[in-house]
């Protein structure tokens, strides 16, 4: 059997991660309503919410802007993906961290481009409805990310002799994420850590082939 290539791995990776992260946020959208949660242990819940920003539910900019502006990344990442996939100097391990990290930016990008398109926005406790006879709630490209993924580890309240926040509360994790955030987060973290010298390699020449 033929041994698969380094880009026919990453084109795996790529679309592994994809197809799980839309068929969780499927599942979650026509099952949960909005601000539903459901404990999964005492640190991990299911909780459904949209948002209309970048990673972990942050407000940055606007709708339009962000939405051109993961495209026009994502574009970026193919590329990259493409050209490290064809230099033997870049380690497998490597080219899987930019797969995992260019899944999850297209899995946020389909949410913002279709899904304001294929689904209704019913107020809680109703549950979305894929295609709906009225219509979606948004029009292409102003879809909203859906996160689901909630780990609130530990939590306490600050003393109240501490400056600027005694007294308060504190959660330990607070942001709601996806499989698409986790795929990226995963995929920068171990460049960062194991592969932080392959983002300066300088390109080796490869032995031309006797004729």
């Known amino acids: 059997m033929k041994r698969l290539s380094r880009g026919q791995w990453a084109t795996i990776i ?72 064809r230099r033997p100097q870049y380690k497998m391990g490597f080219i899987a961290c930019v797969a995992l990290i260019l899944a999850g930016a297209i899995g946020n ?36 990310v859906v996160d689901m993924l909630y780990f609130p580890l530990f939590s306490f309240y600050w003393p109240d002799w501490m400056p600027f926040v005694g007294g308060e509360y504190f959660e330990f994790f607070r942001p709601i994420f996806n499989i698409a955030d986790s795929a990226i987060c995963v995929g920068v973290a171990i460049i960062l850590l194991f592969y932080y010298k392959q983002l300066s390699a300088e390109e080796t020449s490869v032995p031309k082939q006797e004729k």
Do not use: H
């Not at 992260?21 to 599942?27: E, G, L, P, R, S």
């Not at 689904?119 to 979606?136: D, H, K, Q, R, S």
């Open 14 to 85: 790529v679309f592994v991660v994809l197809i799980i992260d839309q068929c969780v946020k499927f599942i979650v959208k026509t099952n949960m309503y909005i601000g539903e949660s459901i404990d999964v242990t005492g640190w991990f819940k299911i909780a459904f919410i949209e948002n209309n920003g970048a990673a972990f539910g942050m407000e940055l900019g606007s709708k339009l802007f962000l939405s051109i502006f993961r495209i026009i990344a994502s574009c970026g990442l193919g590329y990259a993906l493409w050209y490290i996939c």
């Open 109 to 144: 990008i389909i949410d913002c481009m279709f899904y304001g398109l294929i689904f209704n926005a019913p107020m809680p406790p109703e549950v979305a409805t894929l295609f709906p006879a009225e219509g979606g709630y948004a029009p292409f490209f102003y879809g909203r």
